[in-house]
């Protein structure tokens, strides 16, 4: 009896003497080779056995990431219960809940005890979390106008895990300004922007988790760019002429005219007056017809016309010289030549008089 007696002490004081031991014995989601893969927004759990735990000491949880070491919980008290929860579901078993990881929860988490004041023993996994991309807003362009031939940098930033690719493309199937269809970077640079480099561009982000996509609307602002179809236009007397320039103007213009010289005369038409009509007929991107219509061309309506359009970005002009014709012109609306109110309005009236004459005649 007393030999048993003396085994048996002798046994509790070999068993009291070992050092602790510490395992992960069990993780949610299930490790992989000491790594756990967790998708970003979900718990975490990691459970933590210690064997022969003494009196008195301390069971912790720490994380490391990069160089730096981050204090968890103390037994049974998380450092940060919002981010943290540690529970107890039986003896000398502790079990760590992270709650909704995030990218930033990456790293070796170890739970250990310390056997003196330089040694411990521990026990590690590591955490990876996995997460499909998301934009970084600040750090990501916002619809913009950009002042015409100033450099530009389109920026697109995303977070995800494994690290995302970026794409950028426009839409419609343009090229980008470097003269490629597609590009893979977080930026893109315009060297000088053009009026012809506006539109819609997007940027794509993707991994293994997901794929995200933003448009970004890019504006350009600049003067007038005007064209005209035919900078020498002919016409006879007494019939229609339509002068005509195509623009391109961001923004829209603050002032538009029309101008001819004649000598050392300035004549400006801006508004509709007798036989001159203005108008400003408004198309989509930006375009519009600037158009001066002569009802019965005259003699002093030849010359040279000048098309004016300024905007905030300055000013623009384009000429047109007006030269009189021996035979009508075809209007360049209808494809046929088109005489004036005034003349139509003559002819019935000769017409008229024509026939009253006749029936006079024939009556005496």
């Given at each position: 009896?007393?030999k ?22 069990r ?22 056995h ?69 040694s ?49 493309t ?21 060297k ?5 480099d ?41 019939y ?111 017409s ?13």
């Amino acid at each position: 009896m007393e030999k048993s007696l003396y085994l048996f002490t002798l046994l509790i004081t070999f068993a009291s003497a070992q050092d602790p031991i510490v395992r992960i014995t069990r993780t949610e989601p299930e490790q992989r080779g000491n790594v756990i893969r967790a998708q970003r927004g979900k718990d975490i759990t990691i459970w933590c056995h210690v064997e022969n735990l003494r009196e008195n000491i301390n069971v912790r949880f720490e994380k490391e990431f990069s160089s730096s070491v981050k204090s968890i919980s103390r037994n049974e008290y998380p450092s940060d219960n919002t981010r943290y929860a540690i529970e107890k579901p039986k003896e000398f078993t502790w079990r760590l809940r992270i709650k909704a990881v995030q990218l930033t929860d990456s790293g070796v988490y170890i739970c250990h005890v310390y056997l003196d004041k330089y040694s411990k023993s521990k026990a590690y996994v590591n955490v990876l979390v996995n997460a499909a991309p998301v934009f970084v807003n600040d750090q990501t362009t916002s619809d913009s106008i950009y002042k015409n031939g100033y450099k530009v940098i389109l920026n697109c930033s995303t977070t995800g895990y494994p690290k995302p690719y970026i794409e950028w493309t426009r839409l419609g199937n343009a090229l980008l300004p470097i003269g490629r269809e597609r590009f893979q970077n977080s930026t893109l640079e315009i060297k000088s922007i053009k009026p012809q480099d506006r539109g819609v561009y997007r940027c794509r982000s993707w991994n293994i988790m997901g794929e995200i996509a933003r448009d970004i609307t890019v504006g350009v602002r600049f003067k007038a760019e005007i064209r005209v179809q035919n900078r020498i236009l002919k016409q006879k007397l007494g019939y229609v002429i339509e002068l005509q320039c195509l623009a391109e103007t961001n923004p829209y213009p603050i002032g538009l005219s029309w101008k001819r010289r004649s000598g050392s005369t300035l004549q400006t038409f801006t508004v509709s007056s007798g036989r001159y009509v203005v108008n400003a007929v408004k198309g989509a991107f930006n375009r519009f017809i600037y158009e001066l219509i002569i009802n019965g061309v005259q003699q002093e309506d030849y010359g040279e016309y000048t098309c004016e359009i300024n905007n905030v970005e300055g000013k623009s002009s384009a000429k047109i010289l007006l030269e009189e014709s021996e035979i009508p012109m075809p209007s360049i609306k209808r494809g046929i030549p088109r005489a004036s109110a005034n003349i139509n309005q003559s002819i019935s009236s000769i017409s008229i008089t024509l026939l009253t004459f006749f029936v006079a005649t024939l009556i005496h």
